[in-house]
Nanobody
Framework: QVQLVESGGGLVQAGGSLRLSCAAS????????MGWARQAPGKEREFVAV????????YYSDSVKGRFTISRDNAKNTVYLEMNSLKPEDTAVYYC????????????????WGQGTQVTVSS
């Protein structure tokens, strides 16, 4: 079993930055792909960013490409999402997710999920 705990959400003005963290625990965490998804009010959950188990491969949704950066520190079992140039449309609950397949993560069907952290961007 894998447990994921997100932190770092909050309220920020448009154009600002935030860094989300996701601490993972459980067996074989270092072998899992990890990623972030988000869900805005009234909308479906959507893929944001994914990293392979090594961190060598990363994938981003078109809506965040060039503004967000995903990274991981396997020594700390932690994945990060650096969010820059935030826009009001980035407002959502952000979820950390993990799975053995990055393709599955990109489809929003990861096997493991955190509880989520709220990000609110004011205009």
């Amino acid at each position: 079993q894998v447990q994921l705990v997100e932190s770092g959400g909050g309220l920020v003005q448009a154009g600002g930055s935030l860094r989300l963290s996701c601490a993972a625990s459980g067996r074989a965490v270092g072998s899992l792909g990890m990623g972030w998804a988000r869900q805005a009010p009234g909308k479906e959950r959507e893929f944001v960013a994914v990293t392979s188990w090594s961190g060598a491969n990363t994938y981003y949704s078109d809506s965040v490409k060039g503004r967000f950066t995903i990274s991981r520190d396997n020594a700390k079992n932690t994945v990060y999402l650096e969010m820059n140039s935030l826009k009001p449309e980035d407002t959502a609950v952000y979820y950390c997710t993990a799975d053995g397949s990055t393709t599955t993560l990109m489809k929003g069907r990861g096997n493991y999920w955190g509880q989520g952290t709220q990000v609110t961007v004011s205009s």
